[in-house]
């Protein structure tokens, strides 16, 4: 390609340079005149219809890319063009559906609105840290970690797009410069106790009850628990398999998943009800609806679960059949409120630690890649837990103090021999 020098003019008290570049537009490259602005006109320049060295150099050092065919045509697209047209597409064939879905809703949602127009190539940290301040400005209720989901996102777009060769040379990753603005914190999740549970099943009717059981005494994820089928089960351990999500059933979250979970004989007496319930059956899902189909575990939560958890103290009916009663609605405050599926499994990996077990043993447990993940978001102390570790802190000290009482005190001369 010819060199070009590009042409300098003035224009509303800038100076810019005018010049030509091939572009990625719809899948074809075109060849298209541009601008760019270098510089402010300086008081000192104003009757200047040339433009000073200063601003030659720069607009030298900007051609110089394009004049060393450093800039690939795929570097001019829009970072929409780019995540839409190859991004999710690869991303879709590596990662689990419910990953990818949440991956596009980000994008749809906050990152392509602030950022999509732009190229590529022109993409630098300061543009990544305006989107995340942006983001943050007008949702100050969004808590820091989901600003840092978005973050992730776009690092791992850019990561793809520097894996392709798609940055300028040397530019390097822009958003691993990024800082996340202070922002809430999330709140603190909550676990089930054994109290909780066992309340829980002897309120809620079956099959919603065996499924709370499921969860909280063998420790499933939501996904597992609809994927879960009977030839998977032989009377003492449940071998997960597969998870089902929104319909599509898939390996477990990590390989490690993919491993059996003892069952203690209080569950295996739950599911020998349940089994007999069912007409026992022999293979099929473990929790399936009246076409043979795995549940929709929502479905159960709206019917079965929540009416009975949100009943009212006074009539005992539901809070939907309550409007019109003769008295206001007043929850049963005898009855846990429901915090979602996984807190049953945060609830086993606290009450086991609370017993006593190994932290490592409640990682294999869980099937946990990582034990540092059991330890940071699965193990909750309760206050009982912390009074009761204070407690033997008091006594080892006190029996320390009473051993330095009984030993016999040696007196040092204050004067030298």
């Not at 004049?67 to 064939?93: M, S, W, Y």
């Not at 797009?161 to 958003?175: C, D, H, K, V, Y």
């Not at 809620?204 to 996904?223: D, H, I, N, S, W």
Request: with cysteine; proline share 6%; glycine share 6%.
């Amino acid at each position: 390609m010819k060199k070009q020098n590009g042409y300098i003019y003035r224009r509303a008290g800038w100076w810019v340079l005018r010049y030509r570049e091939n572009l990625l537009e719809r899948g074809q490259i075109v060849r298209r005149q541009m601008a760019k602005q270098l510089a402010p006109v300086a008081p000192e320049h104003a009757r200047l219809k040339r433009a000073p060295d200063k601003v030659k150099k720069m607009a030298e050092k900007f051609l110089r890319p394009l004049n060393d065919n450093e800039i690939r045509p795929e570097a001019t697209q829009t970072i929409a063009a780019f995540v839409d047209g190859l991004f999710f597409p690869e991303l879709k064939e590596r990662v689990r559906q419910s990953t990818y879905r949440g991956y596009l809703a980000r994008w749809e949602l906050q990152l392509k609105p602030r950022c999509g127009d732009m190229r590529l190539r022109d993409f630098r940290v300061l543009a990544g840290q305006q989107v995340i301040n942006d983001i943050h400005r007008q949702n100050p209720e969004m808590k820091y970690s989901t600003l840092g989901r978005l973050k992730n996102l776009l690092s791992e777009i850019f990561d793809e797009a520097e894996r392709l060769e798609l940055l300028p040379r040397g530019a390097g990753n822009p958003i691993k410069l990024v800082r996340l603005p202070d922002a809430q914190e999330d709140n603190e999740t909550h676990s089930y106790g054994l109290r909780e549970v066992e309340t829980m099943l002897a309120v809620l009717p079956e099959p919603a009850a065996t499924v709370c059981a499921v969860a909280a005494f063998a420790g499933l994820r939501r996904a597992e628990l609809r994927g879960v089928r009977w030839e998977d089960y032989d009377g003492e351990q449940i071998m997960v398999m597969r998870s089902v999500w929104e319909g599509f059933t898939n390996d477990p979250k990590t390989k490690r998943s993919k491993a059996p979970v003892p069952v203690i004989p209080r569950l295996q007496a739950i599911l020998s009800a349940h089994r007999l319930a069912c007409g026992n059956p022999k293979s099929g899902p473990m929790f399936a609806n009246g076409k043979g189909r795995p549940a929709n575990l929502n479905n159960v939560l709206n019917r079965e679960i929540l009416p009975v958890l949100n009943r009212c103290g006074i009539c005992r009916k539901s809070k939907p059949s309550h409007i019109g009663g003769s008295h206001e609605y007043l929850r049963d405050g005898s009855l846990p409120t429901w915090h979602g599926f996984h807190s049953f499994r945060r609830g086993l990996a606290s009450t086991l630690y609370g017993l006593g077990v190994d932290d490592v043993m409640v990682q294999q447990i869980l099937r946990h890649q990582d034990v540092s993940v059991t330890r940071k978001h699965y193990i909750k102390t309760t206050s009982e837990q912390t009074v009761s570790a204070m407690a033997k802190l008091e006594a080892s000290s006190a029996a320390m103090c009473a051993d330095r009482a009984l030993a016999p005190a040696t007196v040092k001369s204050a004067l030298p021999n």
